[in-house]
């Protein structure tokens, strides 16, 4: 991979990063009950596109209905979000991890643009809750991702002075 291809992974991983530590954070304070700031709503209204987009490639990969709105994003999206989806896959039990995915992202979507209120119902607490924890594992994850980019060299694999004898003037 070329340094310039190296660099543009890096800066999404960094965006992806932002994304979801904020995400995790604002959909910690919905579930407390926290009033929520216009910062807030609008990185969980991100949040949930960028969630519906892993839904729509995880439908697509399952169904192999690839007539979707934006496929190459859905698959870019489900992409890098696999790692943490299978992570979360044991704790959904054998349903249909696009429909949940789909499910949480719009009970959010309406939770922070509709007028009922913010406060959670007893039955919009377990989405709010696979939010929280999808965004907590997407941003393990990525942070990960963004630690091995770093550890592999921009210019070749090989440091430039590698196997090199320094001469003593």
Do not use: C, W
Not at 60 to 72: I, K, P, W
């Amino acid at each position: 991979m070329s340094a310039p291809n190296q660099e543009l992974q890096k800066a999404k991983l960094l965006d992806y990063a932002f994304l979801a530590a904020k995400a995790e954070r604002a959909s910690a304070a919905l579930i407390a009950n926290t009033p929520l700031s216009p910062e807030d709503r609008s990185v969980l209204n991100e949040a949930s596109n960028f969630l519906r987009q892993v839904a729509t490639g995880a439908e697509a990969l399952s169904t192999g209905n690839y007539q979707v709105g934006n496929f190459t994003r859905a698959m870019e999206a489900l992409e890098v979000a696999i790692n943490p989806l299978e992570e979360l896959s044991s704790a959904l039990n054998d349903r249909d991890i696009s429909a949940v995915l789909s499910e949480a992202a719009d009970m959010m979507s309406s939770k922070i643009n509709g007028t009922n209120g913010e406060r959670l119902a007893d039955t919009e607490l377990e989405d709010a809750q696979l939010f929280k924890s999808f965004f907590d594992l997407f941003y393990r994850f990525v942070l990960n991702k963004i630690d091995q980019t770093n550890s592999v060299a921009i210019l070749g694999t090989h440091g430039r002075f590698d196997g090199a004898t320094l001469i003593a003037a």
